[in-house]
């Protein structure tokens, strides 16, 4: 009997491959979260340690490449998964590691959200890993979900202006090996957050209004871990984008201002939307 119901379905399962955020709002802490509130059952192997809060990153401890290669066994051995996300991976080594076992595990959609620096400009990769990113990982990516600074560093350019930018360079990132690239605009400016999803044939546009807020700590693994989620349920990847984009948009609409920084997304904010809590 699935789930203790006979007439259920078993339950997706979506894994986060990266790093902790000890403060809560993004890494694995914002991808598990993300899991739960789209009714996926979420996984971790935990790449890194970081000390962090709202004000920034004060510590990063990767975690021994063994350690981190027996929790992806733990996991893919025994309860699978529909689809994987990879964040924080921090030096070519783990990153060479996490290619392996994920061919090896595979096939199951992957979702690589190239994180780089952190927010408060934290270095959350080795400079000298960004060409192992792009030789081991890109190619086995279903979805690649880079910020405008990562898309830049990934394709050694110095700028992306504008949308017709983010096309281009959605296009270049494409030739690198992923099946579709999703390059974020939260990083451009204008009235409008406009994200690109490009596919190899057709770029579509994905758009909702800039929310004035300093309270977005953590939208890139909240966006990339809400893509993954809706691919573990079997969503076509434009439908898990746009689900995840309208997740991201209620999330930051709803930020936290906790702490004395940059406050998290809020995960709860589209089911809050749908059954308001009454006082
Ligand atoms: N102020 C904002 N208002 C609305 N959407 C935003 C805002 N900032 C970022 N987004 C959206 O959040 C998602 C993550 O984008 P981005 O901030 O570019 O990623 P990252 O956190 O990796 O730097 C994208 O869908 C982007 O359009
Ligand atoms: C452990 C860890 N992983 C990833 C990030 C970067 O997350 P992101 O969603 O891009 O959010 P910001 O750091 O840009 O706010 C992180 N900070 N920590």
Redesign the pocket.
Known sequence: MANGNASSKPIPKAMTIAGSDSGGGAGIQADLKTFQELGVFGTSAITALTAQNTLGVQGVYPIPLDAIGQQIDSVLSDIGADAVKTGMLFSADIIALVADKLKRYGPMPVVV?PVMIA?GGAPLLQAEAVEALRRELLPIAAVLTP??P?ACAILGIDRIDDVDGMIEAARRLHALGPKRVFL????LDGDE???VLFDGTEAAL?R??????KH?H????T?ASAIAAGLAKGLPADEAVAEA?RF??AA?GAALPIGGGIGPTNHAALRLQAAPVRP
């Open positions: 959200d927010k910020n405008v990562e974020k605009g939260g990083h957050a406009v994200d994905f909702s209004p800039r929310i004035r807020t977005t953590g939208t890139g693994c966006t984009k991201i948009t930051i």
